[in-house]
């Protein structure tokens, strides 16, 4: 099932870059940011109710607020390039090269969540790496 969500999350993705690209035309990226962020919030909180987990939150432990805090300001400064990205270049272009984000995900699991990769794992980073630059330099 997860390939699934994955697959569902990478076209999402997808859609997001083709409608915030059309978005920003005519807008400073940073606004627009801002106005997607209003939009992420309602939806996420609404899906919390929904599903019955705001009585969760008080047994949160700390040190996962923490990890999600730090990570909530990580996504923010990731969009706020994403968006200024895309505003300065062509979506064809920005996406690949902000899907390399594969590769670091890889190397920072393997330092700092120890998990272990085999040659087909970095075999496969390398390619889509190749492949990112491949196509975000092939515009005319």
């Not at 939009?39 to 996420?44: K, N, Q, W």
Request: hydrophobic fraction near 60%; proline fraction near 1%; charged fraction near 10%.
């Amino acid at each position: 099932m997860w390939i699934v969500f994955a697959l569902s999350a990478a076209l999402s993705a997808a859609i997001v870059v083709t409608l915030s690209k059309a978005g920003i035309k005519d807008l400073d990226s940073s606004l627009a940011f801002a106005i997607q962020s209003v939009m992420i919030l309602i939806v996420s909180w609404s899906v919390v109710i929904s599903q019955g987990l705001l009585a969760d939150i008080p047994r949160i432990e700390r040190r996962v607020w923490i990890y999600l805090i730090i990570a909530g300001i990580v996504t923010c400064l990731s969009s706020l390039f994403s968006f200024r990205a895309l505003k300065l270049g062509h979506a064809s272009q920005v996406s690949p090269i902000t899907n390399c984000s594969l590769i670091f995900s890889v190397i920072l699991a393997v330092v700092f969540l120890k998990e272990k990769i085999n040659w087909q794992v970095i075999a496969g980073a390398l390619l889509m790496g190749i492949g990112a630059v491949i196509i975000a330099i092939s515009r005319d």
